[in-house]
């Protein structure tokens, strides 16, 4: 009777144990699956944002000095191409996101050399081909992932010019 | 058979109860934890490196998904006047601050639910740029934030409780990273 109640108990602990570290676990890609499916569940598509304000509600603490634009990418077809033409004094930046929802990579407008951007999302696995010194490959752990850039607004005029911007930024698979 | 099923019962009440504890845990980090470092009514996180900290993680994605790592920008979070009282719209607060060395920052004002605060003037936030500085070195300045029409620089807080303002710090120069626990940052006054 003993025995049960130390094995009853040990299974307890155990449970315990594993339902805790997998909800901290599972829980940010859960959030991010949310962010996507309310974006619009779309993979490899551009989505074009405007200025936040209370009616956003997809992504938590939106910026209201930003605007958006932001791709749930997908590696499984091979690595993508993403090419943007950013001419802006604003500050801007593009982030690259796991699904567990780490950055693990982050640029801004200072540290591009040029306004023409040229980058290859591949996965680790995957070997590439050399790529030109004008393209930036970078190496996704996952093959599923989120991109985003950040551009900053101070004028109306800043609206306009953004969305020019935004509009040329391009995603498509690499060949 | 009975000991099998009474094992099994126990293990899923294991992973529901270690699954609630999580939850309430990532709910306890703002309110206690090690994680958050405070300066006055400001916290930060000492780091933002995700993939150290399960919790930390957790939290973020919680409070602020698709935060950007510390090397771009500092995130400050307030949700308590200078009494520790939560911020609500039934009062009003002046916030008194100084000019930043960073390449942008700005102030923007949450809801309990993490989002912008719907309000007729439309205006969720005041950075660098379109902030009114009280002098014109532009080294100080002063931030309403109330339900009610304000002078100067207004903030406007709907109908909220729970309120959070999130001020960023976006390439912040070498000595605020430095010296995070110990920047001077604004103070939060209740007025009213």
Redesign the interface.
């Given at each position: 009777m003993k025995t049960h109640r130390i094995l009853y108990g040990v299974v307890l602990i155990l449970g315990f144990v594993m339902g805790f570290k997998a909800f901290l676990n599972f829980y940010p890609e859960i959030l991010f699956q949310g962010a996507k499916k309310k974006i619009g569940g779309l993979e490899n598509v551009l989505r074009l944002g405007n200025l936040p304000d209370h009616t956003s509600k997809m992504v938590v603490k939106p910026n209201p000095d930003f605007m958006y634009v932001s791709c749930f990418y997908n590696l499984e077809n091979g690595p993508l191409q993403l090419t943007a033409n950013v001419s802006n004094a604003n500050y801007w930046s593009v982030g690259f996101y796991e699904p567990n929802t780490i950055n693990f990579y982050v640029k801004n407008d200072k540290q591009f050399n040029s306004n023409k951007l040229n980058f290859i999302i591949t996965h680790k696995g995957y070997s590439l081909p050399k790529a030109d010194d004008n393209i930036e490959v970078i190496k996704s752990k996952t093959k599923k992932g989120l991109i985003l850039f950040r551009f900053l607004v101070n004028s109306n005029d800043d609206v306009k010019k953004i969305k020019r911007i935004q509009k040329n930024i391009q995603i498509k698979q690499f060949e | 058979m009975k000991?099998t099923l009474?094992?099994f019962l126990?293990?899923?009440?294991?992973?529901?109860?270690?699954?609630f504890?999580?939850?309430f845990k990532?709910d306890q980090v703002k309110i206690d934890s090690d994680l958050i470092i405070r300066n006055g009514i400001w916290g930060y996180f000492p780091s933002?490196d995700?993939?150290a900290n399960?919790?930390q993680?957790?939290y973020?994605?919680?409070?602020?998904?698709?935060?950007?790592?510390d090397?771009?920008v500092i995130y400050f979070i307030a949700s308590t006047d200078e009494e520790g009282n939560p911020l609500s719209s039934l009062n009003d607060y002046k916030l008194t601050g100084a000019n930043f060395d960073a390449?942008?920052w700005?102030y923007?004002l949450?809801g309990e639910?993490?989002?912008?605060?719907?309000?007729d003037e439309?205006v969720?936030?005041f950075?660098m740029?379109?902030i009114v500085y009280r002098d014109s070195l532009k080294s100080t300045y002063e931030l309403y934030v109330s339900k009610n029409p304000q002078k100067g620089n207004w903030l406007p807080s709907g109908d909220a409780n729970n309120m959070s303002i999130?001020l960023?710090l976006?390439?912040p120069a070498t000595h605020i990273y430095m010296n995070k626990a110990s920047i001077k940052l604004p103070t939060l006054k209740k007025i009213n």
């Amino acid at each position: 009777m003993k025995t049960h109640r130390i094995l009853y108990g040990v299974v307890l602990i155990l449970g315990f144990v594993m339902g805790f570290k997998a909800f901290l676990n599972f829980y940010p890609e859960i959030l991010f699956q949310g962010a996507k499916k309310k974006i619009g569940g779309l993979e490899n598509v551009l989505r074009l944002g405007n200025l936040p304000d209370h009616t956003s509600k997809m992504v938590v603490k939106p910026n209201p000095d930003f605007m958006y634009v932001s791709c749930f990418y997908n590696l499984e077809n091979g690595p993508l191409q993403l090419t943007a033409n950013v001419s802006n004094a604003n500050y801007w930046s593009v982030g690259f996101y796991e699904p567990n929802t780490i950055n693990f990579y982050v640029k801004n407008d200072k540290q591009f050399n040029s306004n023409k951007l040229n980058f290859i999302i591949t996965h680790k696995g995957y070997s590439l081909p050399k790529a030109d010194d004008n393209i930036e490959v970078i190496k996704s752990k996952t093959k599923k992932g989120l991109i985003l850039f950040r551009f900053l607004v101070n004028s109306n005029d800043d609206v306009k010019k953004i969305k020019r911007i935004q509009k040329n930024i391009q995603i498509k698979q690499f060949e | 058979m009975k000991k099998t099923l009474i094992i099994f019962l126990l293990f899923t009440a294991g992973i529901l109860l270690g699954c609630f504890w999580a939850n309430f845990k990532i709910d306890q980090v703002k309110i206690d934890s090690d994680l958050i470092i405070r300066n006055g009514i400001w916290g930060y996180f000492p780091s933002m490196d995700l993939a150290a900290n399960d919790l930390q993680k957790a939290y973020i994605g919680k409070i602020g998904l698709f935060a950007l790592q510390d090397s771009e920008v500092i995130y400050f979070i307030a949700s308590t006047d200078e009494e520790g009282n939560p911020l609500s719209s039934l009062n009003d607060y002046k916030l008194t601050g100084a000019n930043f060395d960073a390449r942008y920052w700005s102030y923007a004002l949450y809801g309990e639910d993490h989002f912008l605060i719907p309000n007729d003037e439309n205006v969720f936030s005041f950075n660098m740029e379109n902030i009114v500085y009280r002098d014109s070195l532009k080294s100080t300045y002063e931030l309403y934030v109330s339900k009610n029409p304000q002078k100067g620089n207004w903030l406007p807080s709907g109908d909220a409780n729970n309120m959070s303002i999130l001020l960023r710090l976006y390439n912040p120069a070498t000595h605020i990273y430095m010296n995070k626990a110990s920047i001077k940052l604004p103070t939060l006054k209740k007025i009213n």
